[in-house]
């Protein structure tokens, strides 16, 4: 299994700066083997969006609408991922998930909630004017 745990959501200024932190962990978690891991968005009342994606070799993906504004990254010991989001706009407003690929695979062609098994709580990001 795999465990991710976010943190580092809350309330900003249109403008400003957050960084979204998911710790992960669990048995089926190795640095070593393939993986992909995410981060999704969920609006209220639209459905659970992708919005970036990095692998095991830190081949990274993004959406068109939080390029030049996001970066994903992880630490060394790639048990943390990271989102640093600047320049946060009111349309970023959404409650954030950190999610996981199973172990074992590369990230699928289609970035899509279909291809990540292991998600997160989520946490609140609230832009405001």
């Known amino acids: 299994q795999v465990q991710l745990v976010e943190s580092g959501g809350g309330s900003v200024q249109s403008g400003g700066s957050l960084r979204l932190s998911c710790a992960i962990s669990?048995?089926?978690?190795?640095?070593?083997?393939?993986?992909?891991v995410g981060w999704f968005r969920q609006r209220t009342g639209r459905e659970r969006e992708a919005v970036t994606r990095?692998?095991?070799?830190?081949?990274?993906r993004y959406i068109d609408s939080v390029k030049g504004r996001f970066t994903i990254s992880q630490d060394d010991a790639k048990t943390s991922l990271y989102l640093q989001m600047n320049n946060l706009k009111d349309d970023d407003t959404a409650m954030y998930f950190c999610?996981?690929?199973?172990?074992?695979?590369?990230?699928?062609?289609?970035?899509?909630?279909?291809?990540?098994?292991?998600w997160g709580q989520g946490t609140q990001v609230t832009v405001s004017t």
């Open positions: 999610a996981s690929g199973e172990p074992g695979l590369w990230c699928h062609e289609r970035f899509s909630a279909t291809y990540f098994s292991y």
């Open positions: 669990g048995s089926r978690y190795k640095a070593y083997n393939p993986y992909c």
């Open positions: 990095i692998d095991r070799d830190g081949y990274t």
